[in-house]
């Protein structure tokens, strides 16, 4: 999963997609995770992170990260597939 | 090294300009207990979904109303409206405080005298009244308010037979500047039926006509609206007594006060602009004292109210069963109890509250309820925090209504719990069994 | 002398096509010799071009809508007035009103002062209540009825010849001209703005209207009429032009000293070819052209924080007939910044 390139972060929580116009807010652990997925950070890093960081457990985390990234593809805030390609 | 806390992730869309509801947190407000009692404490003990209501509330909440009126009117009646909610433990509250009993049906006849009250302490309302529950009416003296010329004609017949009298009140419906306007019960003032109704009635032998009774409307939140009834039922008591010499007892106004619930389509929260019991009691009071009726002929004034009385004092604890994401991206939870329990979730948009902290991030959710049907929805639209699934919520104002008009639908009624003063906790109806429901049925093929 | 310096709190800075009265009610107070103004501007959402007007705002704040529930709008103004001292509030929107008048006395013991309505002055003027309320104040109004059912559509034909006015609650009217658009226009507004719906004999006509002020006391502070020279699609005036109408200004006079009205007020009246006036509304409020008359000579939105102070305000009689004003739109170029600032902090 990539964030588009158009896509610029600041810091305090406010996100611009420059391709459509459109703007989104952040609560404070969605902009920890964004911007460890934008640099490349695979889910066993970011758990891995995450878990030592929070408290927080395994499953509570997975569910949650999922869910985020569903709404950022949602979003159209990462780069896009075809959704009935299974790989 | 202790950890941080953690919260879920969001990311949501800004809205631009769009005037909506939603979007600045604010604070959440919590319902960690009721009376004391935490709310992980009655799900562990009576299951989840569970209703609960507060005996010390229900107390409080009569007593409001009774100083309310009874310091503006020399002669004030309570009487506890059947309808509104009908279990014996809460029943027996209204009438430990001095309520009589108002009921509209035979089955609530039978429930009110079942619980001790004396017969004559019964006001009979609503169209539907067979000839048998006549019959029980008269034989227990209670005050059968008349809806309408047919049951007025079977009263006359009935009372024939059994050669004996029965104590009455006309239901009477009449324009107080509030709408829709209830027409369908009762005779009409403005167009002199309800004055032809009463002069039938002076004429009949065995009926004695004691009362004048109306119910304008439901959730009425003009108080003044109530002044006008109150001025328009004592203009028909100078015209009887101007008539026939005669002054009638009581002037009952029936209910309909409006509950701090807040109605769907309303702007600004109930709880804030729905009228105080003495707003309702200053404008009924002033109209009936600054009428003709002299003094020592005042009325007793009897009040029905129901839903004001019960509705603060109940709770219902639910539990949230997933957190989904809709496929706009809308975010939306399901829990454990949904419209088969909160028949007045149609009306109100109910107050849901999560029963420990949660942080500040808020989003505009749905809120469904388990039922398979697509309108069971409990809430359309509602800025809500980040509630983990097993977390209970609770729903408050939840008192009238609910526990009447719900629905046996592919499951079984859950425990209804009340608080007593003391603070212990009593089971008043036990939750549906396998037995209840089939316990009426009768299958032939086996 | 020096300027009395003062912290002055406003909502209602969406000046859109359909404007709220917050950016010409800055604009006044900025005109005053005898305040040194600093503005705290309130707004709901984050597109109010208030928001991004050079120089009209100090401070910019985020609150909440009054429907989300008054204690917390109330609550927020208070976290706010922590920072910023509010000395006076002026609330632009109706909507507001009755959240204000509630709290008016909890934010005055805070310090922060208001000057508004009463609740009895608010809800008698209401819509729905125009006819008493004509009759009570001997004003005339047009002849109206409430409806609350359907099938008192036929009462309309009994009583009113057409064309009629179909009206909301709160907003919205039809002007219908047969049963049919009557019946269409009933359904689009009861289920918009609930029960009842108005329907009011239409008076043709020209619209005028006067911006004043109460002292509470039965006088009257300030008073302009004006008539509308261009009215848009929003029935929202976008000319106008002060006039010496002194049947206007008696009537003013007389309905402000009769019902002691308490703060800004705009009459909106019916002036027909007879001669006669007809009351059609009272918005209990400072409206959106009020700068036309700080133009004019009454400053209006000045003297309004005077009397929410306690100072002595004499009487404002005179102002220049023939004044105009012509509204414009206006393109500002603005960063991405401040957007994402009110966006994510509620604050600037």
């Known amino acids: ?28 652990m969605g902009l920890e995770m964004i911007k460890m997925i934008a640099i490349d950070n695979g889910f066993d890093e970011i758990r891995e992170s995450i878990l030592e960081k929070y408290d927080v457990d395994e499953l509570a985390f997975e569910k949650d990260f999922y869910e985020f990234l569903a709404m950022l593809k949602h979003h159209q805030l990462t780069q896009q597939g075809n959704p009935l390609d299974f790989v | 090294m202790k950890k941080s806390t953690y919260e879920k992730p969001i990311i949501s869309k800004i809205t631009t300009g769009v005037p909506g509801k939603f979007g600045l947190s604010t604070k959440q407000k919590i319902i960690a207990e009721i009376d004391s009692i935490p709310v992980a404490k009655f799900v562990e003990e009576f299951g989840s979904p569970v209703f609960v209501f507060s005996e010390k509330k229900i107390r409080e909440t009569y007593n409001d109303a009774k100083r309310a009126f009874e310091t503006r009117y020399p002669k004030v009646q309570f009487a506890w409206s059947y309808k509104t909610n009908y279990l014996d433990a809460v029943c027996s509250i209204f009438h430990d405080e001095g309520a009589w009993a108002e009921v509209v049906s035979g089955f609530e006849f039978e429930k009110a005298l079942s619980l ?68 369908r019960f009762g005779f009409n003032y403005e167009n002199g039926e309800a004055w032809n109704a009463i002069n039938r009635i002076m004429l009949a032998e065995n009926l004695e006509l004691i009362g004048l ?106 539990s949230v069963l997933a957190n989904k994401r809709s496929t706009t991206g809308r975010k939306t939870l399901v829990i454990d109890a949904g419209v088969n329990l909160l028949f007045t979730s149609f009306w109100y948009n109910l107050g849901v509250f999560p029963s420990r902290e949660v942080t500040d991030f808020m989003e505009d959710t749905t809120i ?73 049925e009768f299958n032939p093929k086996k | 002398m020096a300027k009395q310096k003062i912290t002055l709190a406003v909502t209602g800075l969406n000046n859109t096509d359909n404007p709220g009265p917050g950016v010409p009610v800055i604009r006044g107070v900025k005109d005053s010799e005898e305040f040194d103004v600093r503005v705290v501007g309130l707004v709901y959402e984050n597109l109010e071009p208030g928001i991004y007007m050079e120089g009209l705002c100090d401070r910019i704040f985020q609150v909440p809508y009054p429907s989300a529930g008054s204690e917390e709008l109330i609550e927020r103004i208070e976290h706010i007035h922590q920072q910023e001292k509010i000395d006076v ?23 922060i002062r208001t000057f508004l309505p009463t609740l009895k002055q608010f809800q008698e003027r209401e819509k729905d209540k125009l006819p008493e309320y004509g009759k009570k104040y001997g004003v005339k109004v047009p002849n109206g009825l409430n ?10 034909e009994k009583r009113f010849d057409y064309p009629i006015m179909v009206k909301g609650q709160f907003y919205d009217a039809y002007k219908s001209f047969n049963i049919e658009q009557a019946t269409q226009a009933f359904h689009k507004i009861a289920s918009k703005w609930g029960l009842p719906v108005i329907v009011q004999e239409f008076v043709s006509g020209t619209e005028v209207n006067v911006v004043a002020l109460g002292d509470g006391n039965g006088n ?65 409020r400072i409206p959106a052209w009020v700068y036309l008359a700080v133009g004019a000579g009454q400053n209006i939105p000045e003297a309004l924080i005077k009397l929410a102070l306690g100072m002595e305000v004499k009487p404002m009689t005179d102002y220049k007939i023939g004044k105009m004003f012509v509204r414009y739109s206006y393109d500002m170029i603005v960063d991405l910044e401040r957007f994402a600032t009110i966006s994510i902090n509620k604050e600037i």
Not at chain 3, 273 to 280: R, T
């Open chain 2, 213 to 318: 009774h109306t119910h304008i409307g439901t959730y009425i939140m003009t108080a003044s609206a109530y002044g006008i009834a109150a001025s328009k039922l004592s203009n028909l008591m100078i015209a009887t007594h101007r008539k026939f010499d005669y002054w009638l007892k009581y002037i009952d106004l029936g209910g309909g006060f409006a509950s701090k619930n807040t109605l769907k389509g309303a702007y600004m929260p109930g709880s804030e602009t729905c009228p105080s019991f003495d707003d309702y009691a200053e404008a009924i009071s002033n109209a009936i004292i600054s009428s003709e009726i002299p003094h020592e002929n005042l009325p007793v004034l009897f009040l029905e109210t129901g839903r004001a009385l019960i509705d603060d004092a109940g709770y219902l604890i639910t």
């Open chain 2, 116 to 183: 001790g009250v004396n017969g004559a302490n019964i006001l009979y309302n609503g169209p539907e009244k067979s000839k048998q529950d006549l019959m029980l009416a008269i034989d227990h003296n209670a005050s059968i308010h008349i809806d309408h010329f047919d049951e007025l004609y079977l009263l006359i017949e009935t009372t024939r037979k059994m050669n004996k009298k029965a104590r009455v009140a006309i239901r009477i419906n009449l324009d107080a500047g509030i709408y829709p306007m209830w027409d």
């Open chain 3, 220 to 284: 009257t502070v300030a008073a302009v009429p004006m008539r509308k020279q261009y009215i848009t699609d929003k029935g929202k005036a976008w000319g106008g032009i002060t006039i010496a109408d002194e049947k206007m200004l008696e009537l003013t006079r007389s309905l402000i000293q009769k019902t002691k009205w308490k703060g800004g007020m705009e009459l909106e009246l019916i002036k027909t070819n007879a001669g006669d006036y007809y009351l059609v509304e009272i918005n209990p």
């Open chain 1, 1 to 28: 999963m990539q964030i588009s390139e158009e896509i610029k972060i600041s810091d305090n929580g406010f996100v611009f997609n420059s391709r459509t116009g459109e703007s989104f807010s952040l609560n404070p």
């Open chain 2, 368 to 440: 469904y309820g388990p039922l398979c049907m697509n309108i069971d929805v409990v809430r359309e639209a509602i800025n809500f925090p980040q509630i983990k699934t097993g977390d209970q919520l609770v729903i408050e104002r939840v008192g009238a209504y609910n526990v009447t008009q719900w629905m046996q639908f592919i499951t079984y009624r859950p425990n209804v719990v009340l608080i007593d003063l003391e603070g212990k906790t009593h089971i008043i109806r036990k939750k549906e069994n396998l037995e209840t429901i089939k316990k009426n």
């Open chain 3, 89 to 111: 509030l002026i609330p632009n929107f109706d909507s507001e009103l009755f959240s204000f008048m509630k709290y008016e006395k909890r934010l005055a013991e805070k310090g």
């Open chain 3, 147 to 156: 409806l609350g059912n359907l099938s008192q559509l036929n009462e309309i």
